[in-house]
C-alpha cells in the first residue's frame, strides 16, 4: 500500500515499531491480538489496528502540501479535514481557513471566496450542490479533492446500483458530512433514504410492507430521503450503503433485517432475492473493519479498563468506543492532557454530548490497560497517551527498553 509523506511530529517511534512487528510477524492480518508492553507494575495492551487510515494519510498529505507549494494564496477547507483537533488547529495555524462547520453552517460567506482562492475538500468528500458552487466561480473542485477513496467507492456503488433500478438506503448519521456528501452524490442516481440504525430499519418494515401511509413515511423520516420518495414503488427493490465510519457489524444487520423483509414481501428464494435487494457488502470500509475487529480482539484478553483516543466528533471513534463500554470501564479522551494526576481523568461522555470526570480510574490494583484510537489520531498522541500513565504513576519511560520488548 502507499506510504504518505505526513508531518513528523504526528509519527511516533513506538508505533512505528509495534506496527513493523505486527505486519511481519502477521502478513496476512489475521491475528486480532493486542500488542503487550509492560513498564513497570502497568500493562498496556495495544490494538492490532488504529490509528491514520489510508484516506486520513492522504489527505493530511494533500493538505500540507497544498500550504507549502502556495506561500501567497489564501487557502480554504470547505470543513474540517479529517475529525481530529491537533490536525485541524495544526491547518488553522499555517493559514489554512475553514468555510463552514462539520454541520454545514457558514464560518465565511461564499462571497468572500473567489476563483484566485483555494478550497480543499476534506476526506468526507462533500455535495455535487457545492462542487456546482465551486465550479460557478471559477474554482476546480478537483484540483484538491481529499476525499477518501473508500468513500467515493460507496458513492460508485451506489450510482452502479441505482441505475439498475434499486433505491438507496443509506445507513448513516444524518448531519455527518460524509453522510450528506454521499446522500447527495447518490440522490440524482436513485432515491435515496437515511437510516442512523437497526431501529428505523425495524421501523422501515411497515412502510415496506405498505401497512402505514406515505404520509406518516414523510414525518417520521423528515428531510432525510429524496424529493418524490415513493414507499409504493421505491421500497420494492433495495441495496444497503453506509458511512464508511459506522460499525461495519451493524450495516450488515441493517442489509440482512432489511434483505429478509423484502425475501418475504416478495416471497423470493436465495437465488431470486437478488432480484429485489442489490449485495453491497463490499462498500464496508476496510479500516473501519480492521480497527473494530482489533477491539474485539483485545477485549478477548484480561484488562482493567480501555483508553480509546481520538477527536470528540469523530464517528469511526465513539464506535470503538461503544464496543469497549460492552466490557469494560471505557474512558473516551483526545490526548494525554486528559489525564489530570494520578487519579483523575476528563474524558468524553460521546452519548450525552459532554465531559466529565471520573477519579480512581487507575486505582490500586488495576494495571492492565488497553489502548487504541480512531483512524483520525496521529500515531504520536498515542504514544504520549501511554507515555503520561506511565509517568503520572510513578514510573519510568523508557523508549529504548520498551522498544526491547518487541524483538
Excluded at 453552517?105 to 458552487?133: Q, R
Excluded at 421501523?203 to 401497512?211: D, F, G, S, V
Excluded at 473516551?332 to 477519579?359: A, L, Q, V
Excluded at 500515531?379 to 504513576?393: N, W
Aim: net charge negative.
Amino acid at each position: 500500500m502507499k506510504t504518505f509523506d505526513i508531518p513528523i511530529n504526528y509519527r511516533s517511534e513506538l508505533v512505528s515499531a509495534i506496527n513493523h512487528k505486527r505486519k511481519n510477524d502477521d502478513k496476512l492480518k489475521k491475528d486480532f491480538t493486542p500488542t503487550l508492553i509492560k513498564i513497570g507494575r502497568l500493562e498496556f495492551k495495544i490494538a492490532r489496528h488504529f490509528g491514520f487510515c489510508y484516506g486520513v494519510e492522504n489527505a493530511i498529505e494533500i493538505a500540507f502540501k497544498t500550504v507549502e507549494a502556495n506561500p501567497n494564496k489564501r487557502i480554504f477547507l470547505l470543513s474540517e479535514m479529517i475529525h481530529n483537533p491537533q490536525v485541524n488547529e495544526d491547518l488553522i495555524k499555517n493559514g489554512v481557513r475553514f468555510i463552514q462547520d462539520t454541520l454545514g453552517n457558514p464560518y465565511i460567506d461564499w462571497t468572500e471566496i473567489s476563483e484566485d482562492d483555494i478550497v480543499i475538500i476534506p476526506a468526507f468528500g462533500t455535495t455535487k450542490e457545492t462542487n456546482e458552487l465551486l465550479k460557478e466561480k471559477g474554482i476546480n473542485p478537483i484540483q484538491y479533492n481529499t476525499t477518501c477513496p473508500f468513500v467515493e467507492k460507496v458513492w460508485k456503488r451506489g450510482s452502479q446500483i441505482g441505475n439498475k433500478g434499486y433505491s438507496l438506503i443509506l445507513h448513516g448519521k444524518p448531519q455527518h458530512e460524509e453522510t450528506r456528501a454521499t446522500f447527495s452524490q447518490c440522490a440524482s442516481e436513485a432515491p435515496t433514504l437515511i437510516i442512523k440504525n437497526l431501529q428505523e430499519a425495524k421501523n422501515l418494515r411497515k412502510y415496506i410492507k405498505q401497512e402505514a401511509s406515505q404520509q406518516d413515511f414523510q414525518k417520521e423520516f423528515k428531510d432525510r430521503y429524496t424529493t418524490g420518495f415513493s414507499i409504493e414503488k421505491d421500497l420494492q427493490k433495495i441495496g444497503v450503503i453506509n458511512q464508511t465510519t459506522m460499525l461495519a457489524e451493524d450495516t450488515q444487520e441493517i442489509a440482512n433485517y432489511l434483505k429478509g423483509i423484502i425475501s418475504e414481501v416478495h416471497n423470493s428464494s436465495d437465488e431470486d432475492i437478488k432480484i429485489h435487494f442489490a449485495d453491497t457488502r463490499d462498500t464496508l470500509c476496510y479500516a473501519t473493519n480492521d480497527n473494530q475487529s482489533a477491539v474485539k480482539g483485545m477485549l478477548q484478553t484480561e484488562a482493567d479498563l480501555a483508553i480509546v483516543i481520538g477527536g470528540y466528533n469523530s464517528s469511526n471513534t465513539s464506535h470503538l468506543v461503544e464496543l469497549c463500554e460492552e466490557k469494560l470501564p471505557t474512558y473516551y479522551i483526545k490526548d494525554g492532557s486528559e489525564i489530570k494526576d494520578e487519579k483523575t481523568i476528563h474524558h468524553f461522555d460521546f452519548h450525552n454530548k459532554k465531559m466529565i470526570e471520573t477519579t480512581d480510574y487507575l486505582a490500586a490494583g488495576k494495571q492492565k490497560i488497553l489502548i487504541t484510537a480512531g483512524a483520525s489520531c496521529p500515531d504520536a498522541i498515542v504514544e504520549s497517551v501511554i507515555k503520561r500513565v506511565v509517568e503520572i504513576h510513578g514510573e519510568h519511560y523508557n523508549l529504548e527498553t520498551i522498544l526491547k520488548q518487541l524483538n
